[in-house]
């Protein structure tokens, strides 16, 4: 899947996705400072949805993006705070970009960032090959 099919399933499923619009996107400065913290460099497509939407939720189901506060402040779905102060994911190795009500948590692997991951309790396995799949993937579970 590419962006442009992306932006056309996002439009096709308007009723199933809140997402920010470019006004809510936190810029590269607060980009590199998150990968700073973070120890990581974003995918390409995960910069390209934090610069396009700035964040969002799929049914309710919140993607982690940058909050343009001071990590230690800006609680809920951002990814700084939600893998350094709620949880302490880089001891484990992974950058987490949701987590659903049925315990399932999606995130990236720090060695390598491109490709989602799915965990339920220990069990972890490969969930997308890239964000956009994962966005694709998350989208369709609830159409």
């Known amino acids: 899947m590419n962006r442009e099919e992306l932006i056309e399933l996002f439009e096709k499923y308007s009723d199933l996705i809140n997402m920010g619009t470019s ?18 460099n974003f995918p390409g497509d995960y910069k390209w949805f934090l610069n396009n939407y700035g964040g969002g939720d799929i ?14 402040e800006a609680v809920g779905g951002d990814i700084v705070y939600q893998n350094t102060i709620a949880n302490n994911n880089l001891e484990s190795g992974k950058i987490a970009l949701s987590n659903t009500d049925f315990g399932e948590e999606f995130f990236f692997d720090t060695n390598n960032m491109e490709k989602v ?12 090959s890239d964000f956009l799949e994962y966005l694709q993937k998350r989208l369709l579970s609830y159409v």
Do not use: H
């Not at 590269?28 to 990581?40: F, G, P, Q, R, Y």
């Not at 049914?59 to 230690?72: K, V």
């Not at 991951?117 to 997308?128: C, D, K, T, V």
């Open 117 to 128: 991951y799915i965990s339920i309790g220990n069990n972890r396995q490969l969930y997308a």
């Open 59 to 72: 049914c309710g189901e919140e993607i982690y993006s940058i909050y343009c506060l001071p990590f230690n």
């Open 23 to 40: 006004d809510d996107t936190p810029g590269n400065d607060w980009i590199d400072a998150a990968e700073k913290v973070l120890l990581v």
